[in-house]
């Protein structure tokens, strides 16, 4: 069983590591499962208690996404089952049943799988004493199995713990002290995405590289990132003298740095990739902020486009009674209003020049149709809405007595379609729909500069090796017009150059 298999023992003093990728080594995810992860990750929100979630539903898209091998979602429900959860109005109750061997089951799985994520989350198991016996020795070799396959948790984990003035409260791991390779492993968690890493590269350049712009810049991409660390050290450092703010005390900035924080420590799945917007670092000009802090937050979340309006639906371009409004249709099977067959009036064709039986749409149609124009003028009807009791209007202009004559069919009443749901990241607040779509698509050159105001889109070619780490609305950037796009393998620790990226502005100004 893959508990059992102890990968090389932990090595504090090796000399390489190889910088790995988990989006680019974990198999990928199916759109479908992934569909199901994220609704369940909306469900499972902080701005509910935990008694008002609805838990039998948020795990069986776990599960529905489980089955699918979506190892994102396997690990999530690994997590419940392995802590449970209880109520909060009443701690007795139980809400999801813990479940040790469902979860190990599927950390397992997820480790056959080669995902390396179970295998850190194999090392906590041992630390913590979970199913397995505990055993220090067997954790750290899993984490360091984690983080050489690319779990940019494990790397973070050991490139922290590598850094013996990152450890403070560890005074006995002087004797791992490896600075080298942990700060290598903490840039290779930077590289994905993690916000703890860019906190704890923060604090290196600070505190040991004592490089105070780097720090800064870390922290600030910490704050991207998700990080409620570098958010509140921010807060700090902008409200003192002598720390990494570069014009000494700056009240605006802390103020702000703090409503992140504030939302992070909230909810640690926000990201803010568009901080530039609303909190740029100096010298730059603070913009203009009306003081709410869901204003502040919501400028600085990743931006999807303004959906496409639905196309339009039959009976919505016509005009007089052949109208329906947009988004409505008539019925697959023709009901009338439950008023108007109390007396037991059985719904059927009638003819023309009667009054109508039923409220709704009825369609005219030749009732004997014998020539290629009786069935062309049948083609050309539309439905028509009558009330109760109205008179079916005279469509014989055009027709003689030899056409026969014309039966009235009815229809039914429209029914409202279901709007199109939109992102469950845009439902549960973690994303936002663009104030408006650019006039013209605006594509742009990652080398040039940046042509026009806005919030910015990243894009690699599909076959490129790196596209996971690059083509995400996590990396969104807001840019200044005659600014410069980020540069992926300066400002990202990504190996991709600057010609290789296309620009798409999604939301100008």
């Known amino acids: 069983m893959p508990r059992n298999q102890i990968p090389e023992l932990f090595h504090p003093h090796r000399t390489e590591f190889t910088c790995k990728h988990e989006l680019t080594t974990a198999p990928p995810l199916d759109p479908q499962a992934e569909a199901w992860y994220q609704e369940a990750l909306a469900l499972d929100t902080p701005d509910l208690w935990k008694d008002d979630r609805n838990w039998p539903r948020i795990i069986e898209l776990y599960t529905k996404a489980a089955e699918r091998k979506h190892w994102k979602a396997m690990n999530n429900l690994a997590t419940l089952y392995q802590t449970g959860v209880w109520g909060l109005r009443d701690s007795n109750k139980v809400l999801v049943a813990r479940n040790a061997r469902a979860a190990i089951a599927l950390t397992e799985d997820a480790m056959r799988m080669g995902v390396p994520l179970a295998y850190a989350v194999m090392g906590n198991y041992y630390a913590d004493g979970f199913v397995v016996k505990r055993d220090a020795t067997a954790a750290w070799a899993f984490w360091q199995k984690a983080a050489d396959m690319g779990s940019s948790y494990a790397q973070f984990t050991l490139g922290r713990s590598l850094n013996a003035v990152l450890e403070r409260d560890e005074p006995e791991r002087d004797r791992w002290n490896n600075e080298v390779i942990g700060l290598k492993m903490l840039e290779c968690a930077f590289a994905q995405g993690n916000g703890d890493a860019a906190e704890a590269l923060g604090i290196e350049y600070d505190v040991i590289q004592n490089n105070k712009p780097r720090a800064l810049l870390y922290l600030h991409e910490g704050v991207k990132f998700g990080s409620a660390g570098s958010a509140n ?213 990652g080398a040039d500069p940046c042509p026009q105001s806005g919030i910015w889109q990243p894009t690699i070619p599909a076959e490129h090796p790196l596209k996971s780490l690059v083509n995400w609305r996590w990396r969104q950037s807001a840019v200044l017009q005659g600014q410069r796009f980020p540069e992926p393998d300066k400002d990202w620790l990504v190996d991709v150059a600057s010609d290789m990226v296309t620009w798409q502005l999604v939301e100008a100004g």
């Open 233 to 445: 050290a921010l807060f700090v450092e902008f409200e003192q003298i002598g720390g990494l703010a570069p014009d000494g005390i700056d009240e605006s900035r802390s103020r702000r740095y703090r409503v992140f924080g504030k939302a992070l420590e909230h909810n640690p799945d926000l990201r803010f990739p568009n901080l530039d917007k609303v909190l740029p670092l100096p010298p730059a000009k603070l913009p203009q902020w009306n003081g709410k802090p869901e204003d502040l937050l919501n400028a600085a979340k990743p931006v999807m486009p303004v959906p496409a309006p639905p196309a339009a639906t039959p009976g919505a371009n016509l005009s007089g009674r052949a109208h329906i409004p947009q988004g409505w249709v008539l019925p697959k099977e023709a009901m009338p209003l439950a008023a108007e067959t109390s007396d037991g009036r059985q719904v059927s064709s009638q003819y023309e020049g009667t009054a109508v039986r039923f409220t709704g749409y009825w369609l005219p149609q030749l009732l004997s149709p014998r020539t290629q124009a009786h069935l062309l003028w049948n083609q050309d009807q539309a439905p028509q809405q009558y009330a109760q009791g109205d008179l079916f209007e005279d469509l014989r202009t055009g027709l003689i007595p030899a056409d026969g004559r014309i039966m009235w069919h009815y229809m039914g009443m429209p029914q409202q379609l279901a709007l199109p749901a939109l992102a469950a990241q845009v439902r549960s607040g973690l994303w936002r729909i663009a104030s408006a779509n650019p006039a013209a698509m605006t594509l742009c050159d």
